[in-house]
């Protein structure tokens, strides 16, 4: 008789015990009640009614950030605190009854609080700048969903979405927050001293938004209720402003197109330049032959903001693969660039037009006009192949403006794009 092979069998026997173990224990969070306190923002709050005040008659939805703070006392309860919420980008679907987002921009905004809360923790631990309970990781808390009428609870299309995603063992999420908002209701007459699981929010038509909070583990596999607190903006922790590389990608496509174009090679990455966040969103460039790199720091706020320009010699050793451990070396030699005689930053020049400035001023090349690549509709040309959309064109710079005026939007960018952060 063929006996099962036993380290098969204890594992699969682990499997079901850990099953029936996390089951029991789902019981009795149900039967205890036992779920987390929530405290919002009044950010948060806010940011909830402008979205859905902007989509009355659509569903809407945005993702939600904060911590979890654990509570270590033998009955304490964790408290999850939600300080922002991050708006979809423009191909987010809404309609009366269906909402569907979940774009790379909100991953690459969450992307970029976490990479800033994790270089300020950093800095900051210890001191007044970080209370203790908040020295814990940014994350991604779950997503508000706004539905038609009077629906106040997670659809089951809700629930299969939020068990899919707990289920995945790559979300690397054990809870989520579902928070169902509705509009159009009458203002509460008087007080009530009963615990409820929703806020209510006054809208500029007389009405409130309301918003009830439902709590599901991956443990429990139901949605529970939660009782939400809303405290002031000041009693949290503030989060960054979101960079220019995020909300414009277009101009981070532009940019690094026109380098290249120019016979750059280009690496970008994040770092931390000044000592504080937010981080600064970096290039450093080389031409094939050359000596020297140039260097490039900007703000969150570029082209608003000028950008610093630095030169570093080419030492052995290099790795332009790996782009932090480069820009670190290289962020260690640095020298500072003066702008060039006549030369002065302005929103509407690019980080190109600056190079060719900073090579005539040495000597390297002659005065010459500047193009920037620009995205031509594939209707305006004739491919032989049909691998591309759209085709990258240089252009003058008069032109190139007028295109990016009317043209449409290309957001994907392909880049080596890597984070300095940890660096000193």
């Given at each position: 008789?063929?006996?099962?092979?036993?380290?098969?069998?204890?594992?699969?026997?682990?499997?079901?015990?850990?099953?029936?173990?996390?089951?029991?224990?789902?019981?009795?969070?149900?039967?205890?009640?036992?779920?987390?306190?929530?405290?919002?923002?009044?950010?948060?709050?806010?940011?909830?009614?402008?979205?859905?005040?902007?989509?009355?008659?659509?569903?809407?939805?945005?993702?939600?950030?904060?911590?979890?703070?654990?509570?270590?006392?033998?009955?304490?309860?964790?408290?999850?605190?939600?300080?922002?919420?991050?708006?979809?980008?423009?191909?987010?679907?809404?309609?009366?009854?269906?909402?569907?987002?979940?774009?790379?921009?909100?991953?690459?905004?969450?992307?970029?609080?976490?990479?800033n809360w994790h270089f300020h923790r950093e800095r900051h631990r210890g001191t007044d700048a970080l209370p203790d309970r908040f020295d814990v990781p940014l994350r991604y808390l779950?997503?508000?969903?706004?539905?038609?009428?009077?629906?106040?609870?997670?659809?089951?299309?809700?629930?299969?979405?939020?068990?899919?995603?707990?289920?995945?063992?790559?979300?690397?999420?054990?809870?989520?927050?579902?928070?169902?908002?509705?509009?159009?209701?009458?203002?509460?007459?008087?007080?009530?001293?009963?615990?409820?699981?929703?806020?209510?929010?006054?809208?500029?038509?007389?009405?409130?938004?309301?918003?009830?909070?439902?709590?599901?583990?991956?443990?429990?596999?139901?949605?529970?209720?939660?009782?939400?607190?809303?405290?002031?903006?000041?009693?949290?922790?503030?989060?960054?402003?979101?960079?220019?590389?995020?909300?414009?990608?277009?101009?981070?496509?532009?940019?690094?197109?026109?380098?290249?174009?120019?016979?750059?090679?280009?690496?970008?990455?994040?770092?931390?330049?000044?000592?504080?966040?937010?981080?600064?969103?970096?290039?450093?460039?080389?031409?094939?032959?050359?000596?020297?790199?140039?260097?490039?720091?900007?703000?969150?706020?570029?082209?608003?903001?000028?950008?610093?320009?630095?030169?570093?010699?080419?030492?052995?050793?290099?790795?332009?693969?790996?782009?932090?451990?480069?820009?670190?070396?290289?962020?260690?030699?640095?020298?500072?660039?003066?702008?060039?005689?006549?030369?002065?930053?302005?929103?509407?020049?690019?980080?190109?037009?600056?190079?060719?400035?900073?090579?005539?001023?040495?000597?390297?090349?002659?005065?010459?006009?500047?193009?920037?690549?620009?995205?031509?509709?594939?209707?305006?040309?004739?491919?032989?192949?049909?691998?591309?959309?759209?085709?990258?064109?240089?252009?003058?710079?008069?032109?190139?403006?007028?295109?990016?005026?009317?043209?449409?939007?290309?957001?994907?960018?392909?880049?080596?794009?890597?984070?300095?952060?940890?660096?000193?």
């Amino acid at each position: 008789m063929r006996r099962m092979d036993e380290p098969e069998f204890l594992q699969l026997a682990q499997m079901e015990f850990d099953h029936i173990r996390k089951r029991l224990r789902g019981m009795a969070m149900i039967s205890r009640g036992i779920v987390p306190n929530v405290v919002l923002s009044r950010r948060a709050v806010e940011r909830m009614l402008s979205a859905a005040d902007q989509f009355l008659a659509d569903e809407t939805g945005e993702a939600m950030v904060g911590f979890v703070v654990e509570d270590d006392t033998p009955e304490g309860l964790p408290t999850i605190y939600v300080l922002d919420t991050i708006s979809p980008d423009e191909t987010a679907v809404r309609r009366s009854h269906t909402f569907q987002q979940g774009d790379a921009q909100q991953d690459e905004i969450i992307w970029w609080l976490q990479e800033n809360w994790h270089f300020h923790r950093e800095r900051h631990r210890g001191t007044d700048a970080l209370p203790d309970r908040f020295d814990v990781p940014l994350r991604y808390l779950g997503d508000w969903h706004k539905q038609p009428g009077s629906m106040i609870q997670p659809s089951h299309g809700d629930h299969m979405t939020a068990l899919s995603w707990l289920d995945d063992e790559e979300s690397g999420m054990d809870f989520l927050l579902v928070p169902i908002v509705t509009v159009g209701h009458l203002p509460n007459i008087g007080e009530t001293d009963l615990t409820v699981n929703y806020i209510n929010v006054p809208m500029d038509n007389g009405r409130v938004m309301r918003v009830d909070w439902w709590y599901v583990h991956r443990d429990v596999r139901v949605f529970q209720p939660v009782h939400p607190k809303v405290v002031a903006d000041e009693q949290l922790p503030q989060m960054m402003k979101y960079s220019w590389h995020v909300v414009n990608p277009d101009r981070l496509y532009t940019e690094t197109a026109a380098l290249e174009n120019d016979g750059h090679l280009v690496r970008r990455l994040l770092y931390e330049c000044d000592g504080e966040v937010p981080l600064e969103y970096c290039f450093f460039t080389i031409r094939q032959g050359s000596s020297f790199f140039l260097l490039f720091a900007t703000q969150y706020d570029y082209p608003e903001s000028a950008p610093q320009a630095y030169t570093a010699p080419f030492v052995d050793g290099l790795d332009l693969m790996d782009p932090v451990e480069t820009f670190h070396k290289l962020w260690a030699a640095r020298e500072p660039i003066a702008d060039p005689l006549g030369w002065s930053w302005s929103a509407d020049k690019y980080l190109c037009e600056f190079v060719i400035a900073i090579e005539v001023e040495m000597g390297l090349r002659a005065p010459s006009s500047f193009s920037i690549p620009v995205l031509i509709e594939e209707d305006d040309l004739s491919l032989n192949d049909g691998r591309d959309a759209a085709a990258v064109a240089s252009v003058s710079k008069a032109e190139a403006m007028t295109k990016a005026a009317g043209g449409s939007a290309h957001s994907e960018v392909t880049a080596d794009e890597k984070t300095g952060a940890e660096a000193p």
